[in-house]
């Protein structure tokens, strides 16, 4: 649906800022960045594309691009100071992006399915591309030994796999409807938000602003592969239980 002249004129930036805080995603299960900054930074860009016209896919493109430009300079560029506060930059601009186009559709009264299969596609790439480019980035410019390659992968594997995961199990869950019983409010441990910091990809992208430090980021890198990869098979180990109780059910 196209905006109208009115909704696109500058001083109804308010009004699309205001409606949005009325209309966000329930936070239960969010990391803090992305609660806390990442959305809020999302409602104000998608407030300001929707005062500009702009279309969620629009959005999604700019947000590719950014991610797309992150990706290329940690790869192909020497790490320096300088090099990792421009891909962390990137990225998470590109994340901020990510979380506008959502918001921008339920301002402009819903998405597309053409719409979030382009966002999900995009998710897709940028989720298989990041420890690649870490990858390429090592390997290309050789400052840790051979056996560090293996950092990267394996946090390929792991990354794919929850993406995956976080993808799938919402569509293999019965509605809430099907269950019989109304919802039940869950509350969640206030440290939690913060504990899921490591696996938040928001987070993640401002780790490289240690890229051009050597053994600092090497082992920076690590420490965040080793916490995903445990929340990974708590997941799995919780996702699976979960749908044993169903098939039972």
Same mark, same amino acid.
């Given at each position: 649906? @196209?905006?109208?002249?009115?909704?696109?004129? $500058?001083?109804?930036?308010?009004?699309? &800022? /205001?409606?949005?805080?009325?209309? =966000?995603?329930?936070?239960?299960?969010?990391?803090?960045?992305?609660?806390?900054?990442?959305?809020?930074?999302? #409602?104000?860009?998608?407030?300001?594309?929707?005062? +500009?016209? @702009?279309?969620?896919? =629009?959005?999604?493109?700019?947000?590719?691009? &950014?991610?797309?430009? !992150?990706?290329?300079?940690?790869?192909?560029?020497?790490? #320096?100071?300088?090099?990792?506060?421009?891909?962390?930059?990137? *990225?998470?601009?590109?994340?901020?992006?990510?979380?506008?186009? !959502? =918001?921008?559709?339920? &301002? #402009?009264?819903?998405?597309? #399915?053409?719409? /979030?299969? +382009?966002?999900?596609?995009?998710?897709?790439?940028?989720? @298989?591309? +990041?420890?690649?480019?870490?990858?390429?980035?090592?390997?290309?410019?050789?400052?840790?030994?051979?056996?560090? *390659? *293996?950092?990267?992968?394996? %946090? /390929?594997?792991?990354?794919?796999?929850?993406?995956?995961?976080?993808?799938?199990?919402?569509? &293999?869950?019965?509605?809430?409807?099907?269950?019989?019983?109304?919802?039940?409010?869950?509350? /969640?441990?206030?440290?939690?938000?913060?504990?899921?910091? $490591?696996?938040?990809?928001?987070? =993640?992208?401002?780790? %490289?602003?240690?890229?051009? %430090?050597?053994?600092?980021?090497?082992?920076?890198?690590? +420490?965040? %592969?080793?916490?995903?990869?445990?929340?990974?098979?708590?997941?799995?180990?919780?996702?699976?239980?979960?749908?044993?109780?169903?098939?039972?059910?």
């Amino acid at each position: 649906m @196209a905006a109208t002249g009115a909704e696109r004129a $500058p001083g109804r930036f308010r009004t699309h &800022l /205001e409606a949005l805080g009325q209309a =966000q995603k329930p936070s239960l299960n969010t990391a803090a960045y992305s609660r806390l900054v990442n959305r809020p930074a999302g #409602r104000v860009v998608a407030a300001a594309a929707h005062t +500009l016209g @702009a279309t969620p896919n =629009q959005v999604t493109a700019v947000s590719a691009a &950014l991610s797309a430009a !992150g990706l290329a300079v940690l790869a192909l560029v020497e790490p #320096r100071w300088w090099t990792g506060l421009v891909v962390a930059v990137l *990225l998470a601009a590109g994340y901020v992006l990510d979380s506008s186009d !959502g =918001q921008l559709a339920r &301002l #402009r009264g819903g998405g597309s #399915r053409s719409g /979030e299969w +382009l966002d999900h596609t995009i998710d897709c790439f940028k989720t @298989a591309s +990041l420890h690649l480019a870490v990858l390429v980035s090592w390997y290309r410019f050789g400052w840790v030994a051979d056996s560090w *390659l *293996l950092v990267p992968l394996g %946090f /390929e594997v792991v990354a794919v796999v929850t993406y995956f995961g976080l993808i799938l199990m919402p569509t &293999l869950r019965p509605a809430p409807t099907a269950l019989g019983a109304p919802s039940v409010a869950v509350r /969640e441990h206030p440290l939690r938000t913060w504990a899921l910091l $490591p696996m938040d990809y928001g987070a =993640q992208c401002w780790m %490289f602003v240690l890229l051009g %430090f050597g053994m600092v980021f090497t082992w920076t890198y690590a +420490l965040v %592969f080793a916490c995903n990869a445990a929340a990974l098979a708590l997941a799995l180990r919780k996702w699976w239980r979960e749908l044993r109780v169903l098939d039972g059910s």
